[in-house]
C-alpha cells in the first residue's frame, strides 16, 4: 500500500564509490522528484522529471544523474561520492497535470559517505 | 529565481493559536503549498492555496495574499505532535515547485 517507496533507507559507503537509490510510486502519477535534504535540514530540489521533461537544477553537479526505466520509477546514480554528499535525499511524486499537484514524499534515505 | 522566506524557529505553548508566515518572491506564481516535517519523515502535505483568501481543512488554515507575496499557516488549539518543520512551497507556471527553508515550531506544555 505504500504509494512512494525508496530503498535503501540508510547507505553508509566510502568516498569514491559509485551508488543508486531506487524510488518507486503507485499512485500513477506523471512526474517525479528528487531532493536533497542537508544536515540544516532544508530541502532543495535536485531534478523533476516526467516523460517529456528532465529539469535539472542548475546547482547540482554532474555526477548526479536520474534514470527512470518506466512511468512509476525514478532512481538516483551518484557517481564517485564525496563527503559533501551525505543527506538524506527524498523522492517525491505528483500529478503535474492537476490544479494542485501535491507531491507525495518518499521515506528518504540517509546516505552516509566516509 | 524564487525567494522564499520563513522564520527560522518559534515557540508556542499547547492549546494556544500559532501564525507561520511566508513571503515569496517570484514570477509566474501557480500555487502555494504547506509541508509538515517531523523529525527523521518525510513532508508530508497540508495545504494548497492558489487564489487569495483563507483555506481551512480542521485545526489548520492557510491564507494567500498573491499581490502581497504572502502567506500564512494558522494552527489552532497546538497540540504537543505539531511540533515539527513546517516548509511553505511555491509553483511556478513552468511547473517548478521551490521550498522555503522551514520554520521549527516547537510546542510546549
Known amino acids: 500500500d505504500t504509494a512512494v517507496s525508496q530503498t535503501p533507507k540508510y547507505l553508509v559507503t566510502q568516498m569514491g564509490n559509485d551508488k543508486s537509490i531506487k524510488c518507486e510510486q503507485n499512485?500513477?502519477?506523471?512526474?517525479m522528484y528528487w531532493y536533497k535534504q542537508d544536515s540544516k535540514k532544508f530541502l532543495k530540489i535536485m531534478f523533476s522529471?516526467?516523460?517529456?521533461?528532465?529539469?535539472i537544477n542548475e546547482t547540482v553537479p554532474n555526477r548526479f544523474s536520474p534514470k527512470s526505466p518506466d512511468k512509476a520509477h525514478l532512481n538516483l546514480h551518484i557517481n564517485s561520492l564525496e563527503l559533501g554528499d551525505s543527506a538524506v535525499y527524498f523522492c517525491?511524486?505528483?500529478?503535474?497535470?492537476?490544479?494542485?499537484?501535491?507531491?507525495?514524499f518518499g521515506p528518504g534515505t540517509r546516505l552516509t559517505v566516509l | 529565481g524564487q525567494n522564499i522566506d520563513q522564520p527560522t524557529e518559534m515557540t508556542a505553548t499547547e492549546g494556544a493559536i500559532v501564525q507561520i508566515n511566508c513571503t515569496y518572491q517570484?514570477?509566474?506564481?501557480?500555487?502555494l503549498f504547506w509541508y509538515q516535517q517531523h523529525a527523521g519523515e518525510a513532508p508530508t502535505f497540508l495545504s494548497y492555496?492558489?487564489?487569495?483568501g483563507l483555506e481551512e481543512k480542521g485545526r489548520f488554515s492557510s491564507f494567500l495574499s498573491r499581490s502581497k507575496g504572502y502567506s500564512y499557516l494558522l494552527l489552532k488549539e497546538l497540540q504537543m505532535k505539531d511540533s515539527a518543520s513546517y516548509l511553505c512551497?511555491?509553483?511556478?507556471?513552468?511547473?517548478?515547485?521551490?521550498f522555503g527553508d522551514g520554520t521549527t515550531l516547537t510546542v510546549k506544555p
Open positions: 517525491a511524486s505528483s500529478r503535474l497535470t492537476s490544479d494542485a499537484d501535491t507531491q507525495y
Open positions: 499512485l500513477g502519477h506523471d512526474t
Open positions: 522529471y516526467n516523460n517529456k521533461e528532465l529539469i
Open positions: 517570484t514570477s509566474g506564481f501557480n500555487g
Open positions: 492555496n492558489v487564489l487569495d
Open positions: 512551497a511555491v509553483r511556478t507556471n513552468a511547473g517548478k515547485s521551490t
